[in-house]
């Protein structure tokens, strides 16, 4: 099945500059406030919602740098990107660090996810022309989102829930998605019996949990998948480098909160009675969205069930171990973040992040199949 002609390379190339061209675009319209904002000062551009997280990722950097760490809730693994840029401009406030950092993952760092996500959709998909437009969708996602947030809320909501998508910010969000991309990538071009792979994998798997302890999650995804291949012992190559990568943040925790499972939002935070994690977050907010849009909510959820179990059957066809570990690890992400207290007090659309270029992907995956379907069906003559 050729589902229609592919893209020449040339095209490709062309097309991959354009969804460049599309995210400054979109970057645009929220730097230059063409989208109205409550969080964006108007003197400086790069400065969307940050929603807090910023400074205490820098007062971390700034410990680590002096050689004075204090206990924090944020992992280790962002501050310690923040570093090199703390190194060179010296900031004396956060402030002054925050704008300089967003530029740089907006402008620079988005731009190599586009190329990630390409690779990683070419080799899902087979098709170039497939690979681009799941590029496309992720990169004019944070418009959607805030179309879509902007129905059935305040502008205020829809400005925090689509201005991260874009990783103009000082937070760990592009960085662990981009990581999360990174991991797919080497998983999928990896020769096999070579340990040297091996080992890259584990240094990202482990870095992605020092960036975002919940990144476990897609380092479960793909071990289960590497042992359902009995890759025996480059599975155990990858744990081993992970957990060597991560043991900072278990020396870390066990030194400020007595145990090295014991993580800074459970001793810092104040939690509410039902805990971090509860059935009864996902319970309330489904309660209030049933009470904004009735019976759209579960229509929603039955044409995103079915759609994504479509795209994952057409990525399964072309990349078996690939669409277990992208499958598997949307499953666990948007399973966890649902009973999560802080997807309901912040913004559950910014804990998305790592996983919305795999979506976007399996969204590709449906126009694949259907593209094939209508390709295959009989042609009625007059």
């Known amino acids: 099945m050729n589902y229609y002609p592919d893209l020449t390379r040339r095209q490709f190339r062309f097309g991959l500059l354009a969804t460049y061209a599309l995210h400054l675009l979109v970057l645009g319209l929220f730097i230059f406030s063409v989208i109205p904002q409550v969080y964006h000062p108007a003197d400086r551009l790069f400065w969307l919602h940050q929603g807090g997280d910023n400074v205490g990722y820098f007062e971390l950097a700034r410990g680590i740098l002096n050689g004075d760490v204090p206990p924090s809730k944020y992992p280790l693994g962002y501050p310690l990107l923040l570093i090199p840029f703390m190194a060179i401009l010296r900031p004396p406030f956060q402030e002054d660090l925050l704008e300089p950092v967003s530029a740089f993952w907006g402008l620079v760092m988005f ?11 070419r080799q899902m998909t087979g098709r170039r022309w497939l690979s681009l437009l799941s590029v496309f969708i992720w990169t004019a996602l944070p418009l959607v989102i805030y179309g879509l947030i902007r129905i059935v809320s305040s502008p205020e909501a829809a400005e925090i829930g689509a201005s991260h998508l874009m990783w103009a910010q ?7 998605a981009l990581v999360t991309l990174m991991i797919l990538a080497v998983f999928l071009a990896r020769h096999e019996g070579d340990i040297r792979w091996s080992i ?33 012992r480059d599975t155990a190559v990858i744990a081993i480098t992970a957990l060597i990568i991560f043991s900072p943040q278990m020396i870390y925790n066990a030194h400020f909160f007595g145990s090295s499972l014991t993580s800074g939002y459970q001793v810092l935070d104040q939690i509410p009675p039902q805990g971090l994690f509860s059935i009864s977050y996902l319970l309330e907010t489904l309660a209030e969205a049933w009470a904004r849009i009735g019976i759209l909510l579960p229509i929603a959820a039955i044409i995103s069930f079915i759609s994504g179990a479509v795209g994952l059957w057409f990525l ?44 976007a992907i399996i969204a590709a995956g449906v126009i694949g199949w259907l593209a094939a379907r209508f390709e295959n069906a009989p042609v009625r003559s007059d």
Do not use: E, K
Request: proline content about 4%; overall charge positive; charged content about 5%.
């Open 111 to 121: 731009p190599i996810g586009q190329l990630l996500l390409a690779y990683i959709a």
């Open 170 to 176: 000082m937070l760990s969000d592009g960085p662990s």
């Open 316 to 359: 399964l066809r072309h990349h078996r171990a690939g669409a277990l570990v992208i499958g598997l690890s949307t499953a666990l992400t948007i399973g966890l973040y649902s009973i999560y207290y802080y997807s309901w007090t912040g913004s559950l659309t910014r804990f998305m992040i790592p996983i919305y270029p795999l979506l």
């Open 200 to 232: 890259l994998l584990g240094v990202l798997c482990g870095f992605l949990m020092l960036i975002r302890l919940t990144g476990a999650l897609t380092v479960v995804a793909l071990i289960a998948v590497m042992l359902y291949q009995r890759r025996w």
